[in-house]
């Protein structure tokens, strides 16, 4: 298997523009997740999905963000209108049973 | 809901010198403790985990021991080596969470030859 798939790598925008990041899970893994990580507040979960349906948003930080996973094997999360302070890079991450999560190589998001 | 604190943010070891991370958790319900590893530019990646029907765990350098009364588990490293420099996470995962992972603030760990 290739491992968690996410795209692009690096995005540079400016602010106000929609952003969408996309993951592809490790196939047969059944929960999937979203991390923001930044040097001030570490590695935050965003949200996670348990058989494609949202389970807990709790960390999505405004209604700017959202997220989707319309099977499962993709998923998505869109900001708009981005900001700077989304700057960060995001992980996805996908497990199977409640064990061991694999992490994405990440976006490296930059909004000017 | 669960709230893991890690210490030290830093630490600074020879080569050849033990190392020892610390975690604290706030939810006794939580059943599993993974510990990952984040090399400079790249991905978390896990190192060790443990569950809550065991005490310690170990693989080759690397040790885990976790205290359910205490809500405490560590990390230990003997032997470091410059490789082991990185920064290490450490987690917990709630029960009923279905795999929700909180994540601790990291240590960034120097091993200097």
């Known amino acids: 298997d290739a491992g968690v798939i996410q795209s692009p790598r690096h995005e540079v925008t400016e602010m106000g523009q929609e952003v969408t990041l996309r993951c592809k899970p490790i196939?047969?893994?059944?929960?999937l997740f979203w991390y923001r990580q930044t040097m001030m507040r570490g590695l935050e979960l965003l949200i996670y999905?348990?058989?494609?349906?949202?389970?807990?948003d709790s960390g999505m930080p405004e209604d700017r963000f959202s997220a989707k996973m319309p099977n499962a094997s993709f998923s998505t999360l869109k900001i708009q209108p981005s900001e700077p302070r989304d700057s960060a890079v995001y992980f996805c991450a996908s497990s199977f049973g409640g064990n061991e999560q694999f992490f994405g190589p990440g976006t490296r998001l930059t909004v000017l | 809901g669960e709230n893991v604190e890690q210490h030290p943010s830093t630490l600074s070891v020879q080569e050849g010198d033990s190392a020892v991370i610390k975690c604290t958790y706030s939810d006794s319900a939580s059943n599993y403790f993974p510990w990952y590893k984040q090399e400079l530019g790249k991905r978390p990646q896990l190192i060790i985990d443990?569950?809550?029907?065991?005490g310690e765990k170990k693989d080759q350098r690397i040790a885990v021991t976790l205290n359910k009364t205490a809500k405490h588990f560590s990390l230990h490293i003997t032997e470091t080596q410059p490789e082991d420099s990185a920064v290490y996470f450490c987690?917990?995962?709630?029960?009923?969470?279905?795999?929700?992972?909180?994540f601790g603030q990291g240590t960034e760990l120097s091993v200097k030859p």
């Open positions: 443990i569950r809550s029907n065991v």
């Open positions: 987690a917990a995962s709630p029960r009923g969470g279905r795999g929700k992972l909180i």
């Open positions: 196939s047969g893994h059944n929960s």
């Open positions: 999905f348990n058989n494609n349906v949202p389970i807990d």
